[in-house]
Each structure stands twice: as C-alpha cells, then as structure tokens.
C-alpha cells in the first residue's frame, strides 16, 4: 500500500482508505469465496478416499443437509479468517470503515449473498465430484483466475477491454464492489446488490437439486463408491 498513490487511488475509484482498504477487503472475502468454493468437493474427495462416502449416503440424513454441513467448519473458519484481517487492519494498520447503519446493513447483507451463492457453486463443484471422482485441481486453477480477474488485488478498469467484460460476470466482483462501496464511502450499487442475493436465492436449490440427481446417477450405476 505504501508504494501506491492513496490520493490519486481514492480519486480514481471514488472511495476512502486508499489502496490498503481495496485490497484488505478484497483479500478477507478471497479468503472466504475460497473457502466456500473448494470446502465441499475437498471434503466428499476426502470421504471418498477414506471409503466412507457411501455409509454417509446411506445414512437417514437429508442429503442437502449433508453436504451443506460438510464443509461448515471450513467456511465458518475462513470467516472468522477474514473478518480477523479485518480488525487487524482497522487496530494495527488505523484502516477506517463507514460504520453508519446503512454501510453496515448493506455489508453484511453483501457478506451473506456471498456465502450464500458460493456455497451454491461449491455444492455444484461437490456434485461434479460425485460423478467424475476429481474436481478439485480444475477449481484451484479456476479460483486462481478468479483472484486476478475479479479485482481482489487491483481495479479491473486496468484490464484489457475483453478482460474487463469477463470480471464483469464473475460474481466475487459484484460482491467486492458493494462491500468496498459500503465500508468505504463510495454509492453502492443497488443492482448489484440486488442481483448477488438474488443470485444465491435462486442458485442454491439449484445445485442442492443437481447434488441429490448426481448422486442417485452414482446409484445406479454402481460408482459411489469408486473413487
């Protein structure tokens, strides 16, 4: 942050804290996207390596409820992670926040559609898992594209113009420019707002329903257990 022109960073992406507050929220929610994104294929990878994968699907459990719970630890870990950035940042490094009512409820509301639709693509990597056994090296290189085209380090407007419309899709850039705009004094979006809640509302069934097709498929023809 140091090396970076705070003044003319604020001026160019309207926002207070200069380039250390964009890149401390940018690294917290990287950190819990991440989480949420590689915690479910990881753990049914794990559970179908150490042959109890298919015990687990025969237990009277809910399967959403399974393989939502799977990955709770991690994701709660993770954000308990980020938000440790965060208060580390704010008492050691002086970083200050919007904290007025609205900034905040708008932040957390930005926070939950985010794990909410995260998790959703994560049950979905999870459901790709059940039917193809490996997953989880495809999503590392995925969440490494995501980390440079997404803004998590540095704005997207430096990006090529292709470069630019394909963060402009990615949903962890919708998620960081309504977070950063509302802890950071800038006029958040409220499409964007909108479209990431409304994005794991629908999203989430989705993929709980896509889980559940993956895993009768596994049934039927005799692979749940193969790993």
């Known amino acids: 942050g ?26 917290a929610i990287f950190t819990i996207v991440q989480s949420a994104m590689i915690g479910f294929s990881r753990k049914l990878r794990e559970e179908q390596t150490t042959g109890t994968f298919e015990a687990l699907m025969t237990t009277p459990a809910s399967l959403s409820l399974v393989i939502l719970s799977s990955a709770a630890y991690e994701i709660i870990r993770a954000l308990v992670n980020g938000l440790l950035l ?38 979905a990597i999870g459901a790709l898992t059940v039917l193809f056994k490996r997953a989880t090296a495809i999503v590392g290189l995925l969440m490494s594209a ?28 919708w998620s960081l420019e309504v977070l950063r705009a509302a802890l950071l004094g800038d ?41």
Request: aromatic share 8%.
């Open 2 to 27: 140091e090396v970076i022109d705070d003044a003319e960073f604020a001026a160019d992406e309207g926002i207070d804290g200069g380039y250390f507050g964009f890149v401390a929220i940018g690294i």
């Open 86 to 123: 965060i208060v580390i940042a704010v008492a050691v490094f002086d970083l200050r926040f919007d904290t007025s009512a609205t900034g905040v409820a708008t932040a957390v509301l930005a926070l939950l559609g985010t794990l909410l639709l995260f998790a959703a693509l994560g049950v």
């Open 146 to 173: 995501i980390a440079l085209l997404s803004g998590v380090y540095f704005p997207i407007e430096i990006l090529p113009g292709a470069l630019q419309a394909v963060s402009a899709v990615i949903p962890i850039t």
């Open 187 to 227: 006029d958040v979006e409220s499409a964007r707002l909108l479209g990431l809640i409304g994005s794991a509302i629908v999203l989430l069934p989705i993929s709980l329903l896509g889980f559940r097709a993956a895993v009768r498929r596994a049934r039927r023809t005799g692979t749940l257990a193969d790993y």
